[in-house]
């Protein structure tokens, strides 16, 4: 799962503390190996292993929150998408990043929907999961091959052509996201830059409402 090296980190570019909530042993010692690889240092790191865990640790953080949130899907207690929606009411601009081996396409859209900022599943190497946690800092969405589905989907079935709303850059990568290929290798195919694929995804979800708290109905 690893890959050569990771991109480097300026420890101020990321807000801290970082709240790690993921049940799985072996994900969360991977994720906290990721952090610590970017330039965080252990005190920076919280992590729970449920929605009763991390409950906790969110009000000892006060009212300024975390910096960060990574949250998985399917936690013993529930469903992850609980906390999101709850750390999106009271922190409105927390950079909320999930990372699941959850990749149908309900539980992403019901992730996007809760307010998460992205959502990359396990199975992406570190350096993709890394650039998806910087990019979700930035603004950015990352999105699975089902919601690049979705929306080509969702656009047809109401208005039938309507995906030449679409520029012809944006549809190139959504069918490439479908194809399963990750940003940076989006990025390398097009022959563009890893922030304008970020940049492309980001209008797309952004112009069809996919990521907001309310999505249209023609997207639901």
């Given at each position: 799962?690893k890959?050569?090296?990771?991109?480097?980190?300026?420890?101020h570019a990321?807000?801290?503390?970082?709240?790690l909530?993921?049940d799985?042993?072996?994900?969360?010692k991977?994720l906290i190996?990721?952090?610590?690889?970017?330039?965080y240092a252990?005190?920076?790191?919280?992590?729970a292993?449920s929605?009763?865990?991390?409950?906790p640790?969110?009000?000892r953080?006060?009212s300024?929150?975390?910096?960060?949130a990574l949250v998985?899907l399917g936690?013993p207690?529930?469903?992850?998408?609980?906390?999101?929606?709850e750390?999106?009411?009271t922190?409105?601009?927390?950079p909320?990043m999930?990372?699941?081996?959850?990749?149908?396409q309900?539980?992403?859209?019901?992730a996007?929907r809760?307010?998460?900022s992205g959502?990359?599943?396990?199975e992406?190497d570190?350096?993709e999961?890394?650039?998806?946690?910087r990019?979700?800092?930035?603004?950015a969405v990352h999105?699975?091959?089902p919601?690049?589905?979705h929306?080509?989907?969702?656009?047809?079935?109401?208005r039938p052509?309507s995906?030449?709303?679409?520029?012809?850059?944006?549809r190139q990568?959504?069918d490439?996201?479908i194809?399963?290929?990750?940003?940076?290798?989006i990025?390398?195919?097009?022959?563009?830059e890893?922030?304008?694929?970020?940049?492309?995804i980001?209008?797309?979800?952004?112009?069809?409402h996919?990521?907001?708290?309310?999505m249209p109905?023609?997207?639901q």
């Amino acid at each position: 799962m690893k890959s050569p090296q990771s991109p480097p980190l300026n420890t101020h570019a990321i807000p801290t503390p970082v709240l790690l909530v993921e049940d799985d042993p072996l994900l969360l010692k991977r994720l906290i190996s990721l952090m610590l690889r970017m330039g965080y240092a252990e005190a920076d790191l919280m992590a729970a292993h449920s929605l009763a865990a991390a409950r906790p640790l969110l009000e000892r953080m006060g009212s300024y929150g975390p910096g960060l949130a990574l949250v998985d899907l399917g936690l013993p207690d529930g469903n992850g998408c609980d906390l999101i929606s709850e750390m999106r009411d009271t922190f409105a601009q927390l950079p909320i990043m999930v990372v699941s081996a959850w990749s149908s396409q309900d539980s992403i859209l019901a992730a996007l929907r809760a307010g998460a900022s992205g959502y990359v599943c396990k199975e992406r190497d570190d350096f993709e999961v890394t650039l998806s946690i910087r990019g979700a800092v930035r603004g950015a969405v990352h999105i699975e091959p089902p919601i690049a589905r979705h929306i080509l989907d969702a656009l047809e079935q109401v208005r039938p052509g309507s995906t030449a709303a679409l520029s012809g850059v944006q549809r190139q990568v959504l069918d490439r996201v479908i194809d399963g290929l990750s940003h940076r290798e989006i990025a390398a195919q097009l022959l563009l830059e890893r922030s304008e694929v970020d940049r492309h995804i980001r209008d797309v979800c952004t112009k069809f409402h996919i990521g907001a708290r309310a999505m249209p109905p023609r997207l639901q």
